[in-house]
């Protein structure tokens, strides 16, 4: 089987890639694409992959520009962080989602349903009907995103606003809050749960580390290998840096 992976973040990729050698050693990636034009040049330049795992965010802009601007001749998993709820309307004709991270017994599962799509993707609605839900599940992110947060002190319970939160950091396998009165607040979330949660808008994974809000953002320079860093708002640590992999989205995302 060949294969496509259309993933900006090059350890992700390098993930999923070693996870289809485990799956099953006969799948050949052909390529790994970064953005949206990338992969469009891509399709008009090579014969079309048996199927293809697209990011839903990419360097420049959703992968969902893809089909607005060619027909792709293949089925697509796509795999992301936004919530399963929305996603449910992916799961239709040539169209379905794995869940980061991604887990193994997931991703047999999307083999599973590939060869169920493989039987309707010749079908000539298909296309359309898979935009549409593209287009309604969308609809359904944009409006389910997190408000806000349980916060626990002792045996009191107080809810913090998303709007008051500058970042989110891991420290020590817990993941903390940082409110913009200079508190912390330990929460149950991981922080790739909390990608999905949070309005990708206002809020960047800057590393594995940190989860940053727009308004947190004190500034950013110029670091080795094409890298940045980045100072945040109430916060002293020197050294979250963002890889070389991560800065043109960065910078879109600021400029948004």
């Known amino acids: 089987m060949n294969v496509i992976i259309v993933e900006d973040e090059a350890l992700a990729a390098e993930r999923l890639e070693m996870m289809l050698s ?9 390529d790994k694409l970064e953005s949206v034009k990338e992969t469009i040049d891509w399709f008009s330049k090579n014969e079309k992959p048996d199927l293809a795992f697209f990011d839903i965010q990419l360097a420049d802009g959703s992968s969902f520009e893809i089909f607005k601007q060619i027909h792709v001749p293949c089925p697509v998993i796509f795999t992301t962080a936004y919530d399963a ?32 799509l493989k039987a309707n993707f010749q079908k000539e609605e298909t296309e359309n009907d898979s935009l549409e839900q593209i287009r309604r599940a969308m609809q359904m992110i944009k409006k389910e995103y997190k408000q806000r947060f349980i916060i626990k002190s002792g045996s009191h319970l107080s809810t913090v606003q998303v709007q008051d939160v500058l970042f989110f950091y891991s420290e020590h396998k817990t993941v903390w809050l940082k409110h913009k009165n200079g508190k912390r607040h330990a929460i149950d979330y991981t922080l790739e749960q909390l990608e999905g949660l949070l309005n990708p808008n206002l809020f960047f994974r800057l590393n594995r580390k940190y989860l940053a809000s727009i ?30 992999e991560r800065t043109s989205s960065f910078k879109n995302w600021l400029d948004q």
């Open 215 to 244: 308004n947190s953002i004190e500034g950013a320079i110029s670091y080795s290998n094409s890298r940045l860093k980045v100072k945040l708002l109430q916060h002293n640590d020197d050294d979250i840096i963002i890889s070389r």
């Open 85 to 116: 709820y929305a996603l449910k309307a992916f799961q239709v004709n040539s169209i379905d989602y794995l869940l980061k991270p991604i887990d193994l017994d997931d991703l047999k599962g999307a083999f599973r349903r590939y060869e169920e």
């Open 22 to 30: 485990h799956f099953d050693k006969d799948i050949q990636i052909l």
